[in-house]
C-alpha cells in the first residue's frame, strides 16, 4: 500500500492533472449535479433539504466507495499487475500538489510583469471571491490563502485516507471535498440541503488538517522560516477562522512568512469579513506566493515520507 501510495505521488509531480484525460473527480462531480436535479424540486420544506442533502451525501460518498472497490477488484482479477496500476492511478487522480502548484504559478507570473488583469483573472479561477478590482497586496493575499487551505484538501487529507483504505477511501474523500465545494454553502439554496455534505467534510478534515499544522511548523523550520511564529499564529489564530480546519495551515503560513492574512472580501458585490491570521511584519510581496508554494511541495512530502513510516511500523509490529 505504501509503494502505491509513494508512486501516486510521484505521477501527481511529474503529470498533475493531464488534459483531456477522465478525471474522477469530474465524474463525481458530474453524479452530484444529476442527483441535486433529481431530488431538490421534490422538497417543500428545510427538513426535506436536510434528509435530501443527507440522502445525496451518503450516496455519493458510499456509492463512490463502492464503485472504486468495484474497479479495483475487476481490474485485479483480469492481472493483479492492472489492478495495482490502476490503484495508483486512482490515488494519484486524488492529489492535487502539481495543481495547485500550477494555479499560485500562474498568479506570480503575471504580478512579476505588473499584469493585474491578468493575475486577478487567473486568481479568480480559484477562488470564490470577487478580483475584478483587487490590488496587488489582495491578489497576493487571496493567492496564498487558497494555497495553505488546499494543503489539507487537496493533499494531506487524501494522503492520510489513501494510507488509512487505499484508493476507494481516498476518493472517497474526494467524494466528501467535491459534495462540500458543490453544495455546502450557507447560502439560500445549499444552507439546509448542503448541510450534511458541510458538516461531513468538517469531520473528514479534522485530523488531517491538525497533522497538517503540525507538518507546517516542521516545514518552516527545514526552511528556516518563522517555525515558532507558524506555532505561535496557528495556537493564537487559527480559531478565529470561520472553519475549523482551515484557519491551521492559513495561520501557519502567516505565522511562517511573517504576514497578515484575512480581512475583507467580496463575494458577488456582497462584502464579508475574514478575522486577521498572524502579524504583519513585512508587507505582502509576491515572493509570499513563492514561499507558500515550497511550504506546499514540502509539507506534502513529509507527509508521504511519515505516513509510509508508519505503515511499515505497523507491519513490523504485526508481523
Known sequence: MALQIVLAFIIDLLTGDPQGFPHPVVIIGRAITALERCLLPLCRNK?????????????????TYLVVYMILRSFTMIHPRLGYVVSVWLISSSL????LAAAGM???KPLILHDLKSARYN??????RDTEKLPEDEIIRGAVETIAENIVDGVISPLFYAFLGGA???LAYKAVNTLDSMV????????HFGRASARLDDLANY???????ILIVITALLLRKDWRGAWQTILRDARKHPSPNSGIPESGIAGALGI???????????????AYLGVAKQPLSPNHIKDSINIMYLTSVLGVLIGTAGVVLINCVID
Open 260 to 274: 497578515r492574512l484575512g480581512g475583507l472580501n467580496f463575494y458577488q458585490g456582497i462584502p464579508s469579513f475574514r
Open 123 to 128: 486568481l479568480g479561477m480559484i477562488v470564490g
Open 47 to 63: 427538513w426535506h433539504e436536510r434528509l435530501a442533502g443527507t440522502f445525496l451525501t451518503v450516496t455519493i460518498v458510499f456509492g
Open 106 to 108: 500562474k498568479v506570480l
Open 96 to 99: 492535487a500538489v502539481r495543481s
Open 207 to 213: 485530523l488531517p488538517a491538525r497533522i497538517t499544522g
Open 184 to 191: 455546502g454553502y450557507k447560502n439560500e439554496r445549499y444552507l
Open 168 to 170: 476507494p477511501l481516498a
